[in-house]
């Protein structure tokens, strides 16, 4: 090839072939077949397999369940789960924004959820702008709730029969909806917050997301309804120490009363005392409180009082009855004075 074949670019294998030449063949080349991936396991397959190792645990996305197969042993507690969205946290001023109920019978014997599951999950305009803040914690605007009203036939068929309403933190919920829906101060309630003792069960924290998570589920959290079955997954599961479900421990706790004790006139010094005792201090009254969950636990805090707070001085001190019929709501319970 000469140089300015070269640098035309020709190369020789498009030259004409010389008379008599034998023309210059290229070696052919194999088509090596390109290797071939192993085919994926399915993503359950996978999770499966990641979950038997110990260095690892997998979270699977929460499926709501509407229909509960178990067979029921004994009688039916009907029970509402709810949960709602406000424009804040002030009571006295905020409005809902979302309310969301399930609808479940719970085994007496079992403390399962049986047969079908009714749902009810409905907008409100609250009549004042939804902040940004609300916004962005629950994904509802201003237009998705604009001109929406909860459906009032709709939850009092619900709440009709109903044994018991169990919300997550009702001493938030409960004044909401009795504000908005009167008939809801009918009915006894439970908290599956407050009525669940999370810690001695081995759980170290008592928010949803992290009991949804200690189950091995993830879920969209802060929309009423998605919340709620997170709630009822939760509840259905057995408690790791008692061994029963959280839906049979709140049963069992709504049938028995509760004590809010105030230490009333209790001496300063002694704050740090009471303090550490969980005692908490309410600014409007200028007293500390407790909650306890039985006669028992009263009466074992009346000594400590005494002896502790009082110096075994005589002093009087406020006691709170509370049953479920009350217990959450912004109502006084059976008030009565004890001489210690």
Known sequence: MTDSQLQLGFDTADMPVALGAKPKTRPKSRSVPAPQAAPLPDAETMAAALARHPDYRVLRRLIPVHHFDQTPQGSLIRVLVLDTETTGLDQSRDKIIELAMLQVDVDAATGLPVGDVAVYDGLEDPGIPISSE???????????????????????????????????????????CEARIAAFAQLPWGCSFA??????????????????????????????????????????????????????????????????????????????????????????????????????????????????????????????????????????????????
């Open 134 to 176: 609300i916004h962005a914690i629950t994904g509802i605007s201003n237009e998705m709730v604009r001109g929406h009203r909860l459906d009032e036939a709709r939850i009092a068929a619900m709440l009709q029969g109903a044994d018991l309403v169990i919300a997550h933190n009702a001493g938030f919920d409960r004044p909401f």
């Open 195 to 340: 009525d669940i003792d999370w810690k001695k069960e081995g759980h170290g924290s008592s928010k949803l997301e992290y009991l949804a998570m200690e189950k091995g589920w993830f879920y969209e959290a802060h929309r009423a309804e998605v919340d709620c079955h997170a709630l009822l997954a939760v509840l259905g599961e057995k408690l790791p120490t008692s061994s029963r479900t959280g839906l049979a421990q709140l049963i069992a706790a709504s049938r028995l009363p509760s004590y809010r004790l105030q230490a009333t006139s209790a001496p300063f010094d002694a704050k740090d005392l009471l303090k550490a005792r969980a005692y908490r201090w309410n600014a409007e009254q200028k007293v500390w409180h407790t909650r306890l969950d039985s006669e028992a636990q009263l009466t074992a805090e009346l000594e400590w009082l005494k002896s502790a707070v009082y110096g075994n001085r005589p002093a009087r001190v406020q006691v709170e009855k509370l049953d479920a019929a009350v217990k959450y709501s912004s109502r006084a319970g059976e008030l009565s004075n004890r001489q210690i």
